[in-house]
């Protein structure tokens, strides 16, 4: 009978919907939601009721070494002395990992740049040329004679891009330029990574002034001072 029982079709039980007046409250909370948020609600009032025990059993004489090392702004404690907490070598670590993270998504976003230009060109310049070849010259007349007929067909039978067509290369068009701006601030951001690390490294250098610049570029240039290696 079990079996049997399965193989006969069962009534659907479709779920309650919002009623009509009340459907400028959303959808309509099923219980399975009311658990989820009687239970998020309990866990926030638990936290408080231990806080407030916390609160009311602390030791007035209890002592912390971040009460000494940390001081409350605005209400919100800040960490004191961790300006020395990674050493030369760790930092310049950190930031080479930074520099090729930053260069992977360039590389990345400058080929789908490439990518997409390709397909919008290919789109926007697709050829319908056709090669005929002809055993003589009467032929090749014929055959050319009847290349203008039809180009003159196709050309008076041409239409419009559709909507929704033009909608699509219009947000192509809309992605290809925000990626080049996103490219191009990558790009920047990389430069500047760069010349970071370089000015973190050993070695005396100086700041060149506009007028000792060879070529006048927006960002400032440095000159490292030449020493000998041994």
Same mark, same amino acid.
């Given at each position: 009978?079990?079996?049997?029982?399965?193989?006969?079709?069962?009534?659907?039980?479709?779920?309650?919907?919002?009623?009509?007046?009340?459907?400028?409250?959303?959808?309509?909370?099923?219980?399975?939601?009311?658990?989820?948020?009687?239970?998020?609600?309990?866990?926030?009032?638990?936290?408080?009721?231990?806080?407030?025990?916390?609160?009311?059993?602390?030791?007035?004489?209890?002592?912390?070494?971040?009460?000494?090392?940390?001081?409350?702004?605005?209400?919100?404690?800040?960490?004191?002395?961790?300006?020395?907490?990674?050493?030369?070598?760790?930092?310049?670590?950190?930031?080479?990992?930074?520099?090729?993270?930053?260069?992977?998504?360039?590389?990345?976003?400058?080929?789908?740049?490439?990518?997409?230009?390709?397909?919008?060109?290919?789109?926007?310049?697709?050829?319908?040329?056709?090669?005929?070849?002809?055993?003589?010259?009467?032929?090749?007349?014929?055959?050319?004679? +009847?290349?203008? #007929?039809?180009? %003159?067909?196709?050309?008076? $039978?041409?239409?419009?891009? !559709?909507? @929704?067509?033009? &909608? /699509?290369?219009?947000?192509?068009?809309?992605?290809?330029?925000?990626?080049?701006?996103?490219?191009?601030?990558?790009?920047?951001?990389?430069?500047?990574?760069?010349?970071?690390?370089?000015?973190?490294?050993?070695? +005396?250098?100086? #700041?060149?002034? %506009?007028?000792?610049?060879? $070529?006048?570029?927006?960002? !400032?240039? @440095?000159?490292? &001072? /030449?020493?000998?290696?041994?």
């Amino acid at each position: 009978m079990s079996s049997l029982k399965n193989v006969l079709p069962q009534r659907i039980h479709k779920e309650r919907a919002q009623p009509e007046s009340r459907k400028k409250f959303g959808l309509l909370e099923k219980h399975k939601d009311y658990v989820v948020r009687a239970k998020a609600f309990q866990k926030k009032q638990e936290t408080l009721q231990r806080l407030r025990e916390k609160a009311a059993f602390r030791n007035p004489d209890e002592f912390n070494f971040g009460m000494i090392k940390s001081r409350t702004v605005d209400g919100i404690h800040r960490s004191v002395g961790e300006a020395n907490k990674y050493t030369q070598e760790e930092l310049m670590l950190m930031k080479t990992q930074d520099i090729g993270y930053v260069l992977q998504k360039l590389q990345s976003e400058k080929k789908k740049v490439e990518k997409l230009s390709s397909v919008l060109h290919v789109g926007n310049q697709a050829s319908n040329r056709h090669v005929y070849f002809a055993e003589d010259r009467a032929d090749a007349e014929e055959i050319r004679s +009847r290349c203008a #007929k039809n180009n %003159e067909g196709t050309s008076n $039978a041409e239409k419009p891009l !559709p909507d @929704y067509i033009k &909608r /699509r290369l219009a947000g192509s068009y809309r992605e290809l330029e925000a990626r080049k701006n996103r490219a191009t601030q990558l790009e920047k951001l990389y430069m500047e990574m760069t010349l970071q690390k370089e000015l973190q490294k050993k070695g +005396r250098k100086r #700041k060149l002034r %506009e007028d000792e610049t060879v $070529a006048p570029t927006s960002g !400032p240039v @440095y000159k490292w &001072r /030449r020493e000998r290696k041994r």
